[in-house]
């Protein structure tokens, strides 16, 4: 983490007024970032994606990157893609777009920037290595501030930014564990809600990803442990987001 992240991210008291007033300052830094046009992977930094959400959520969701129309809403995950998260997330016993609840969850992204459309057409640009190296202390500080129960990673950059690289059909269905600051914290995967990887048009994939919302309602006491798989549709859309 970089050094003046580390110490807004560290600072003292470490009560939840302070680390609320710290992660707006952390915002600010966000915003103003220029990092990846000064290195030449974007021609301009905007829009930025900020975290959104309290830092006592229960959930900190991790997500790639915001999609095209990031600027456009106040909130993330607020199209297509959130139409799908939110029903996701009903079948782990939330409400309706629970992601919007800055009581429940911080949403945030591995790159804070829209990375342009894949050379193809379809779908978003993967960030680049060092694209995500230059944001990862801004993520690093968010870990730092935010008190989650459990993280959910969206998608394969994300889970593999967050516990190593491993094909999805590995890592869904699983809780991972990860150290930051001190602190163990569970991770569950979930396929990226724009459904551009196709992941779940397999009827297997379909039953491990219930299984995976399972388990992130009983971690988040929101479902019973060891109860059966949820029943209801596991959606696909069209349009990127976070």
């Not at 969701?61 to 297509?80: D, M, N, W």
């Not at 804070?112 to 993520?139: H, M, N, T, W």
């Not at 039953?207 to 479902?223: D, F, K």
Request: one cysteine or more; glycine letters at 12%; aromatic letters at 4%.
């Amino acid at each position: 983490m970089d050094d003046d992240l580390t110490r807004l991210a560290c600072a003292e008291p470490d009560d939840e007024a302070s680390r609320t007033e710290r992660m707006a300052r952390l915002q600010g830094h966000v915003f103003g970032c220029a990092r990846c046009v000064a290195g030449g992977f974007l021609e301009v930094a905007h829009p930025v994606a900020r975290g959104k959400g309290s830092v006592r959520a229960a959930m900190l969701i991790v997500g790639q990157a915001p999609g095209a129309a990031g600027h456009t809403h106040e909130k993330p995950f607020s199209g297509t893609a959130g139409k799908t998260l939110s029903a996701w997330l009903q079948i782990a016993g939330l409400p309706p777009w629970a992601h919007h609840d800055p009581e429940l969850a911080f949403v945030t992204a591995v790159t804070r920037c829209f990375p342009g459309k894949a050379p193809g057409g379809k779908g978003d640009r993967v960030p680049s290595g060092p694209e995500i190296i230059l944001c990862q202390p801004y993520l690093e500080a968010e870990f730092a501030l935010v008190r989650p129960r459990v993280v959910v990673a969206l998608g394969r950059l994300a889970a593999t930014r967050l516990v190593g690289p491993a094909p999805l059909g590995e890592l869904i269905g699983q809780v991972r564990e990860i150290e930051r600051d001190g602190r163990t914290l569970p991770v569950i995967t979930l396929p990226h809600p724009s459904g551009v990887s196709r992941w779940l048009n397999l009827p297997a994939n379909r039953e491990q990803h219930l299984a995976a919302l399972r388990l992130l309602g009983e971690l988040l006491g929101t479902l019973p442990v060891d109860s059966p798989n949820p029943v209801g549709a596991v959606g696909r859309s069209e349009q990127g987001g976070m």
